[in-house]
């Protein structure tokens, strides 16, 4: 797979992915895993899903209705997606030695 | 219950979902807000809202369909529409800032676009007439009678002029008057022109009905015809076609009507009701009688440099080829001149100095609010530089990072923009509306295109200035401090607080200066106001007839007329004195007559040169309350006998015969005698209050006995209350004209009140708009401050918290927020009034009597805006003092 020419996801679009990626699946859970607002996240998941990094599927729904509740959607990376949040990871690992520690500590080096 | 809200939101926002996901759509967010209203439940209505955006991104990655299958450029997620609703939403999510900014600069923008527009119409615009730009007014300065004295060219200087100049393809000529009509209604007075043809033909003229003046109505044997102004057309005849060709009953002529003028077109600087033809006689002897008013049209390829020399070359030559009106003596006393000038120059006249003088003023206001909304910025993008240095590590390059402030900045500026041309519109409307007489053009006054351009693209600049400061703020030295110092909630270093500091100082000296600007100019506007006018305005009604030679043929009828239309006003119980003349003060123009003294007792040369001359009646005096101060005024054996008496004013006095007593003296006008000096009045003011005392000669109404000057048909009369309430007077004096000779019309009824108020316009004018701006000085001062003010203190709050903390009272922290504001409102109005001193002489065209360094205003200025400093940064400094300590130091 090549490698993609520009893995500047924007911030946020990155944290969803990021939070898709460690196993928050539903629209309402990747709120509160980025700490983002729906008129954030959903969007985003739009967007993804229209470039081909996110896809979305319902949960089965059998298994639902029998428990006595209602369906829900759920979104995945796809290989692309994966790929590209790869590349954008790295960038910022990169970027981010600049802190040092700051971010962990909250205060600067000297 | 929430729930129930929270599901009937999404239904409402589903509407915004491409059909065909519809379903999909609301099933999904009715079953994520099942599961939270199952979990801790909170916010479900917050979350539900975000709905919109939601069905919204749909819509647009449903329709907009999908980029090439397998693409992984990301980087198009950064697009201009994605940018711009992300700077929406970000000015959104801080509505106080957002609030602020926007009004201070509409306001800001919206006074700058009104008074542009006024600049624009009334001193860029050209004129309403074909090719305006080449439309040139001719008269002659004739500076040896008075500084701004100009004289209109003589009947036989205009034929030689339009013989002599090649540089002029078209020379016209007219004058002003007033004529009865009394046909087709009630009598009444209309304001009139008499003009040559090439006159409407340089102003292009064209007609509603009928047809103008052809060259065949300009020879001296045609008959007299009239052209009717739209304006009248409609008012007095109801638009009626038929009036064409319908004989008017003019000054006891019967005149045809040839036709009606298109709607909108006046004479330069006037409304006149009817035109007449000038039939001038080429051959007629020349006179030293300058009245007539020029208009021309420069030829293809002259320019006005060539213009003002053919006619000063031409000029020079009037004395040979008119020896007996253009004396030698007579064209070096006058120290007679030639001047062809823009028409538009002529009509805008010094009304420029005024609108540019505002225009700076309200530029001030513009550069206030934009320091200010700067400031706001700037305390904002400190508070906001955790998002910036984080967006940056993210990967955001400096590029999407400037291109996402830049467009934050444009959209509060544009936006602000767009709200202050509608206001802009509002207020000139209101301008217009209030708009005194006197100031050319203001009714045609628009926020034309240009304006709209010239303040977009100030916004624009603005803007992108705003949006730079994060930028700026931004580079990676800052970046760290700013990090670190936002772990421990700080506000900025030094360098951002200076900046801001700096701003502050520069609003508050840019308010002084606008304010000082403002006091010197009401300063002013009160002296005017209590300028000794030399005569006592008030419970003063006047009018004007006119009588014509049909109806009073004779010198004898016409002062008939006048004496008895006197006796008749005196003899009513409601007024206790009547008086005429031909030319009121103030109102009356410059007009003069040749005046010859008698050589044994004058100092200088016999000839006195060209005084202002006025003829009146007895009783004018009393009735205008103009003070006798030596000898007698006039009375009616003056008229009755003949007696040639003759009444000097106080500045006349000591201009022909300074030095002594001039009861007694002599002069002459046209014919042999002489008449002698009885009395001698105060002085009353010229055109204008503002104008100097003007030396006057008073004649009576009627001449000594064997000499003739025309009589004064058009007189206006001034009736001094009894009651000294001019309400009421007016029909007592039409009774009174009626009864005199019913066919004759009362016009201009005014009081003298209102004519010296008039005067007075263009200051009152420019005053008011300069209030106007300072209003709104102080108003953006204030919220400015406020706003600043509050905004630190919210930085600060930790800083607040330790200080009170670490035991010390509320009052002390109140203090030194206050303390901080008013050293920098000092420092401002330091620089304030240094900027004031260096300035204001700039409007030195527009104070009367007032120095531009007034200390009493400059101190008053000071004070008041010390004191709304400390009014602004009150509330924000009580509530640093009242900041919980345990809260501030918590939070992070």
């Given at each position: ?7 500047t996801?924007?911030f946020?679009?990155?944290l969803v992915?990021?939070g ?9 859970e990747?709120?509160?895993v980025?700490?983002?607002?729906s008129?954030?996240?959903?969007p ?5 899903e229209a470039?081909?990094?996110v896809r979305?599927?319902?949960?089965n ?11 829900r959607r759920?979104?995945?990376t796809t ?5 590209t ?9 990169r970027?981010?030695?600049?802190f040092?520690d700051a ?6 080096v000297? | ?8 939101i999404?239904?409402?926002a589903?509407?915004l ?6 379903a999909?759509w609301v099933e999904e967010?009715?079953a ?9 439940g909170q916010?479900v209505v917050?979350k539900a809202?975000?709905?919109f ?7 647009r990655?449903a329709r907009?369909g999908?980029?090439?299958?397998g693409?992984?450029r990301?980087?198009?997620m950064t ?5 711009f609703?992300?700077?929406l939403r970000?000015l959104?999510?801080s509505p ?8 201070t600069l ?11 527009a006024?600049v624009?119409s ?12 080449r ?6 300065p004739a ?5 701004d004295?100009?004289?209109?060219l003589s009947?036989a ?7 002599g100049m090649?540089?002029?393809d078209e020379?016209?000529a ?8 009394t046909?087709e209604?009630?009598?009444?007075r209309l304001s009139s022109?008499a003009?040559?043809t ?11 009905v ?6 065949a ?6 008959p ?14 109801g638009?009626?076609?038929g009036?064409?060709?319908r ?5 006891g002529e ?6 009606v003028l298109?709607p ?7 409304d006149?009701?009817?035109?007449f ?5 080429h ?6 009688s300058?009245?007539?008013?020029a ?11 060539r213009a003002?020399?053919e ?11 008119f ?11 006058s120290?007679f ?6 028409l538009r ?11 540019w ?5 309200v530029?001030l ?6 320091a ?12 906001r530089?955790r998002e910036?240095a984080?967006r940056a ?5 400096r ?10 900045g444009i959209?509060l500026?544009v ?5 202050g041309l509608?206001?802009?519109?509002l207020?000139i409307?209101?301008?217009?509306a209030m708009?005194?007489?006197?100031i050319?053009r203001?009714?045609?006054?628009r926020v034309?295109?240009?304006t709209?351009f010239?303040?977009g693209?100030a916004a624009v ?5 705003f949006?730079?400061?994060p930028i700026?703020?931004?580079?990676s ?17 030094r360098?951002?607080v200076?900046?801001?500091n700096?701003?502050?100082v520069?609003?508050?000296?840019l ?5 000082a600007?403002?006091g ?15 005569f006592e305005?008030a419970g003063?009604?006047t ?6 030679s049909e ?5 004898a009828a016409?002062?008939?007329a ?7 006003l005196?003899?009513?119980?409601m ?8 030319a ?5 123009g ?6 010859t003294l ?11 040169g060209?005084?202002q001359?006025?003829f ?9 309350g ?5 000898g007698r ?13 003759i009444?000097?004013s106080?500045?006349m006095?000591d ?9 007694g ?8 005698g ?5 009395g ?5 003011r010229?055109s204008?209050l503002?104008?100097?005392e003007?030396?006057?000669?008073y004649?009576?109404?009627q001449p ?13 009369y001034?009736v ?7 309400v009421?007077?007016v029909?007592?004096v039409?009774a ?13 009824l005014?009081?003298?009140?209102e004519?010296?108020?008039?005067s007075m316009?263009?200051?009152t ?9 300072s209003?709104m ?9 406020y706003?600043?003010?509050?905004y630190?203190?919210a930085?600060?709050?930790r ?10 009272a509320?009052?002390q922290?109140?203090?030194?927020v206050?303390?901080n504001?008013v050293?920098l409102?000092?420092?401002g ?5 240094i900027g004031t001193?260096?300035?204001t002489r700039?409007l030195?065209?527009?104070?009367f009597?007032v120095?531009?360094t007034d200390?009493?205003?400059l101190a ?5 805006l ?12 009580r ?6 300590p345990v809260?501030?130091l918590?939070a992070d």
């Open positions: 797979m090549s490698e993609p020419e520009s893995a996801l924007s946020n679009a990155a992915l990021q898709m990626t460690r196993g928050h699946r539903y629209g309402f990747l709120m509160k980025t700490g983002l607002p008129g954030t996240v959903y985003i998941l739009a967007r993804l470039t081909g990094l979305s599927r319902w949960e729904e059998e298994r639902a209705h029998g428990e006595g509740r209602p369906r759920y979104y995945e290989g692309a997606g994966e790929v949040l790869r590349a954008a990871l790295e960038k910022l690992a970027q981010s030695r600049l040092g971010l962990q500590t909250g205060s600067p000297e | 219950m929430k729930l129930a809200l929270a599901r009937w999404v239904r409402l589903s509407v979902v491409p059909p065909e996901r519809r999909d967010w009715q994520e807000l099942w599961y939270e209203s199952r979990g801790r916010g917050t809202m975000g709905a955006r939601a069905a919204w991104a749909v819509r990655y907009g999908h980029p090439p299958a693409s992984t990301i980087q198009g697009t201009m529409g994605r940018d609703g992300q700077a970000a959104t999510r106080g800032f957002t609030l602020v900014a926007v009004v509409s306001l800001g923008l919206g006074a700058t676009a009104a008074i542009l006024v624009d009334v001193l860029l615009r050209p004129l309403p007439y074909p090719e305006a730009d439309l040139v007014r001719l008269d002659h500076p040896g009678y008075g500084e004295t100009a004289w209109g009947v200087g205009y034929f030689h002029f339009r013989e090649t540089s002029l020379l016209g007219w004058y002003q008057g007033q004529v009865n009509l046909s209604g009630d009598p009444e022109v003009a040559t090439p006159v409407l033909e340089a102003l292009g003229a064209t007609t509603a009928g047809r103008t003046f052809v060259d109505d300009d020879d001296p044997g045609a007299n015809v009239a052209l009717l102004s739209h304006d009248l057309w409609v008012r007095r005849f638009a009626d076609p009036v064409v060709g004989n008017l009953q003019i000054d019967a005149v045809p009507v040839i036709g298109a909108g077109f006046e004479l330069p600087q006037s006149v009701d009817v035109w033809p000038w039939r001038l006689d051959e007629a002897e020349a006179q030293n300058h009245y007539v008013q208009i021309g049209r420069l030829a293809p390829g002259a320019d006005l440099a003002n020399e006619m000063a070359r031409l000029t020079a030559r009037l004395p040979e080829r020896p007996a009106a253009y004396g030698d003596a007579f064209m070096s006393e120290r001149a030639s001047r062809v000038r823009d120059e002529v009509v805008v006249g010094d009304v420029g100095a005024a609108l003088i505002v225009l700076a003023g530029g206001v513009l550069v206030m609010a934009c200010n909304v700067a400031n706001l910025v700037l305390v904002r993008a400190e508070a530089s910036v984080v590590a993210m990967g955001a390059s590029r999407a990072l400037g291109r996402y402030f830049l467009l934050e959209l500026t936006g602000s923009a767009a709200i509608g206001l802009a519109a207020a409307d209101a301008l217009v708009s005194p007489p006197g050319p203001l009714d045609e006054v034309s295109l240009l709209a010239v303040v693209l600049l603005v803007g992108a200035g949006g730079a400061f700026l703020q931004s580079r030295r800052a970046l760290a401090r700013l990090l670190g110092e936002g772990g421990r909630g700080r506000t900025a270093g360098g951002a200076r900046v801001r700096g701003l502050l520069a609003q508050v000296a308010a002084v200066m606008l304010l600007g403002s010197l100019m009401a300063r002013s506007f009160q002296r005017l106001a209590a300028v000794d006018a030399g305005p003063v009604l009018f004007q007839i006119g009588l014509s109806g009073y043929p004779d010198a016409v002062y008939e006048h004496r008895t239309l006197l006796a008749r005196e003899a009513s119980g007024i206790a004195a009547a008086g005429a003349t031909d009121l003060p103030i109102s009356g410059h007009r003069c007559i040749t005046v008698e050589p044994e007792y004058a100092s200088s040369a016999d000839e006195a060209c005084p001359v006025r009146v009646s007895p009783g004018y005096f009393d009735a205008l103009v003070e006798v101060i030596e005024g006039f009375v009616e054996d003056d008229n009755i006998s003949q007696t040639g008496a009444v000097a106080r500045a006095a201009l022909l015969w300074p030095g002594t007593s001039p009861v003296r002599g002069a002459r006008l046209w014919g042999p002489f008449y002698r000096v009885v001698v009045v105060e002085d009353v010229g204008g503002d104008a100097g003007e030396p006057i000669l004649f009576p109404l000594l006995a064997g000499e003739g000057y025309p009589p004064v048909r058009g007189m206006t001034a001094r209350s009894a009651s000294g309430s001019t009421g007077l029909p007592e039409r009174a004209v009626a009864e005199v000779d019913p066919r004759l019309p009362v016009a201009a005014r009081t003298m009140d004519i010296v108020s008039r316009v263009r200051t004018f420019t005053l008011l708009l300069m209030a106007i701006a209003v000085a102080l108003l953006i001062g204030v919220v400015g401050m706003g600043v003010v509050s630190v203190v930085q600060r709050r800083e607040m918290g330790v200080r009170l903390a670490l035991g010390a509320g009052a922290v109140t203090g030194m206050l303390r504001a050293a409102a000092l420092a109005l330091a620089l304030g009034l001193v260096a300035t700039l030195r065209s527009l104070l009597a120095s531009p200390p009493a205003t008053a200025v000071s004070a008041l010390l004191a709304v400093v400390i009014l602004a940064a009150w509330v924000p400094a509530r640093a003092a009242r900041v919980d809260v501030a918590r």
